[in-house]
């Protein structure tokens, strides 16, 4: 939703934090692709490319002295690949747990912007329903 505040760096930084929250359980599902291809779209990069995959401590060190308001969009936006399969696995939420940890964003934080995005995709779903079906 908010990528596009996201600058240079920091976009290749997130595509890498969101391919490892994808595979944090061992498999990256359908839903999740498309996720990360709207991300990229969102971000205006047009192909996608993995880029070198950095340590969770690495990728947190380089947001940690960003405005907190662009933490949250990291944090959001990883909750959201977490979600869009509807099964936000543990392994997800541990690796964006510790993501959080990492970049001192405080858990009663994450939990708040876990509640926020889910409570959003219910209602994205019940839209695409009621014009779909």
């Known amino acids: 939703m908010f990528l596009d505040k996201l600058e240079g760096k920091e976009r290749e930084v ?6 490892q929250t994808a595979k944090a359980n061992g498999m990256v599902e359908g839903k999740e692709k498309e996720l990360i ?3 990229c779209r969102e971000m205006d990069i047009s192909e996608y490319t993995i880029y070198d995959t950095k340590t969770i401590e690495e990728a ?6 960003a405005k907190k308001w662009k933490k949250k969009i990291i944090i ?7 979600v869009a399969d509807g ?4 392994e997800e939420r ?3 747990d510790e993501l959080a940890d990492e970049m001192e964003i405080k858990k009663d934080c994450v939990d708040s912007l876990e509640e926020v ?3 959003y995709y219910k209602a ?5 329903e009621e014009i779909f079906e």
Request: charged letters at 35%; aromatic letters at 16%.
């Open 87 to 90: 099964k936000f696995n543990k």
């Open 94 to 96: 541990k690796f964006i």
């Open 37 to 39: 291809r709207h991300f």
């Open 14 to 19: 997130f595509l890498d934090l969101a391919v």
């Open 124 to 128: 994205a779903k019940k839209i695409r």
């Open 76 to 82: 959001s936006e990883l909750i959201g690949i977490g």
């Open 117 to 119: 995005v889910k409570d």
């Open 60 to 65: 947190a060190a380089f947001f940690r002295d």
